[in-house]
């Protein structure tokens, strides 16, 4: 899901899909490296003054799916080849118990995202208001096509899919809220432009 939302507002993450293997379903991405290896760690404080668009991207969209699980070793930053965020597998209700899904979404509905790792690294907000817009853009039948296609293949259960789309709705509209209360954690931004109205 977090791969079909950041594929969709354009925020750099490799492209994968949902896949049969056997008799279960998996996720395949396209690989992100040098010569078919992997990338190391990447330089949070040089990411975020060299590619500064990509960042805030990564940070709306971990805001958008309350990924509380972005850290240096899921994002790389290659100059050779750019950005790429993958393994959100903590977002959404990849961080609660199996069966507990409902619960997730409710405690976590209007929660933040705090302390973002990159949040320190940016040296200015000016990029917010795009990646805010380009989230809120997507329209509620994009968001159902994706999580309907976790349902036809059995990895969600339809009232659990309902309820997902409500979510990301809800914090779709949001989004400019959760950034600008988290501003005091964006030190190294002297001059705050962003508009905090537009919550519900």
Not at 128 to 145: D, G, P, Q, T, Y
């Amino acid at each position: 899901m977090a791969t079909a939302l950041g594929m969709a507002m354009g925020v750099p993450v490799p492209p994968g899909t949902l896949i049969k293997l056997g008799s279960e379903w998996g996720f395949v991405s396209i690989g992100f490296g040098e010569h078919g290896t992997l990338p190391p760690p990447a330089d949070l404080e040089l990411l975020g003054a060299e590619r500064p668009w990509e960042a805030t991207g990564v940070i709306v969209l971990d805001q958008w799916v309350f990924n509380c699980d972005r850290h240096d070793a899921n994002v790389a930053y290659l100059p050779t080849l750019g950005v790429a965020a993958f393994d959100h597998d903590q977002a959404l209700f990849g961080a609660c118990p199996p069966g507990d899904g409902m619960t997730s979404l409710s405690q976590s509905r209007d929660a933040r995202i705090k302390n973002h790792p990159f949040g320190p690294h940016l040296k200015t907000d000016e990029h917010f208001e795009s990646w805010v817009n380009r989230a809120k853009s997507i329209a509620r039948e994009e968001l159902m096509r994706a999580v309907w296609s976790c349902v036809d293949t059995g990895l969600l259960a339809r009232p659990d899919a309902t309820a997902l789309v409500d979510f990301l709705q809800h914090r779709q509209k949001n989004l400019r809220k959760f950034i600008t209360e988290s501003k005091a954690e964006l030190t190294g931004v002297s001059a705050w432009t962003l508009d905090g109205d537009g919550g519900e």
